[in-house]
């Protein structure tokens, strides 16, 4: 009987332990939630900023078209234009 | 049955009981955070396919623009030399002298020019052109000249009258109009009455 009332008091001792354990582990997992809906959110903002990059490949033409006057200018300003006289 | 049985079997319920309703409450906070990482993963996703591409893009517009520069430097160090070249681009942006040109490295070593040097016939001519070279400009610090239609007036205004090959203003000869000395289809009928038909 006495080693019964042991067995009791260990059990007690072991609902106690597990109510620590697993309330720290739901606290824990309770604290995450937030966190990760700031980044789902995050990530959705930094997503919808990229939006603009499709715009670069226009970009990219435009640059590639401007440089090509200018070099045609260029050409022709070097045909029209002395060359600096040596000093 | 003994009380230390009934005991037993409390504390085991309780052991129980404490096991299902804090797993049960992570296993659904465990299921908030799958879905968000849910979301997450499909943003990051985005993320990632929007930016692939930028890294080629953004590596062939500054080659392109690379090359845009070495062309105009090239261009205004042959037709201005070195010394003007340096001036002209110091007078637009004071200060850039210094860090000179990039495909010329020696060109940083060169001092600038002070605005108001009489220049060469390749750096007016560039002047005339670009309308808004510092040549034009009355202090380095100024505003440069952006007169686009007298650009090439105000440029050889900046020096004596000697070295003006021509006037100004050359005058005005009236080439057509009512005070033009010549006028044509000189027609004897303008200004008098109007022929009539005969009636049958």
């Known amino acids: 009987?006495?080693?019964?009332?042991?067995?009791?008091?260990?059990?007690?001792?072991?609902?106690?332990?597990?109510?620590?354990?697993?309330?720290?582990?739901?606290?824990?997992?309770?604290?995450?939630?937030?966190?990760?809906?700031?980044?789902?959110?995050?990530?959705?903002?930094?997503?919808?900023?990229?939006?603009?990059?499709?715009?670069?490949?226009?970009?990219?033409?435009?640059?590639q078209q401007t440089v090509a006057v200018v070099a045609n200018y260029g050409g022709s300003l070097d045909v029209i234009l002395d060359d600096a006289e040596e000093r | 049955m003994p009380f230390a049985g009934v005991v037993t079997i409390a504390v085991i319920v309780l052991i129980v009981l404490a096991l299902v309703v804090f797993l049960v409450g992570t296993i659904l906070q465990l299921q908030k955070i799958t879905n968000g990482l849910d979301e997450v993963i499909a943003s990051v996703g985005e993320i990632v396919a929007k930016s692939a591409p930028v890294n080629d893009v953004v590596n062939d517009i500054n080659a392109n623009l690379d090359a845009g520069v070495d062309l105009l430097e090239g261009l205004l160090v042959k037709k201005?030399?070195?010394?003007?070249?340096?001036?002209?681009?110091?007078?637009?942006?004071?200060?850039?002298?210094?860090?000179?040109?990039?495909?010329?490295?020696?060109?940083?070593?060169?001092?600038?020019?002070?605005?108001?040097?009489?220049?060469?016939?390749?750096?007016?001519?560039?002047?005339?052109?670009?309308?808004?070279?510092?040549?034009?400009?009355?202090?380095?610090?100024?505003?440069?000249?952006?007169a686009v239609e007298y650009g090439s007036?105000?440029?050889?205004?900046?020096?004596?009258?000697?070295?003006?090959?021509?006037?100004?203003?050359?005058?005005?000869?009236?080439?057509?109009?009512?005070?033009?000395?010549?006028?044509?289809?000189?027609?004897?009928?303008?200004g008098q009455p109007r022929k009539r038909m005969r009636s049958a």
Do not use: C, H
């Open chain 2, 80 to 146: 201005a030399g070195m010394g003007d070249a340096v001036g002209l681009v110091d007078g637009l942006y004071p200060g850039a002298a210094a860090a000179g040109f990039r495909a010329f490295p020696e060109s940083g070593e060169v001092s600038p020019p002070r605005i108001g040097e009489v220049y060469t016939r390749g750096t007016l001519t560039l002047a005339r052109l670009g309308r808004e070279a510092p040549i034009a400009a009355a202090t380095p610090a100024g505003p440069v000249l952006r």
């Open chain 2, 153 to 190: 007036l105000n440029a050889r205004m900046l020096y004596p009258d000697g070295r003006q090959a021509r006037p100004e203003k050359l005058p005005r000869s009236p080439v057509i109009g009512t005070d033009s000395p010549e006028q044509y289809e000189q027609r004897e009928d303008i």
């Open chain 1, 1 to 63: 009987m006495t080693l019964w009332w042991i067995g009791n008091v260990v059990l007690v001792v072991v609902l106690v332990v597990v109510i620590v354990l697993l309330s720290g582990v739901l606290k824990a997992a309770t604290s995450i939630v937030p966190s990760v809906r700031a980044i789902a959110g995050t990530a959705a903002a930094g997503s919808k900023d990229l939006d603009a990059t499709a715009l670069l490949l226009t970009t990219q033409e435009q640059v």
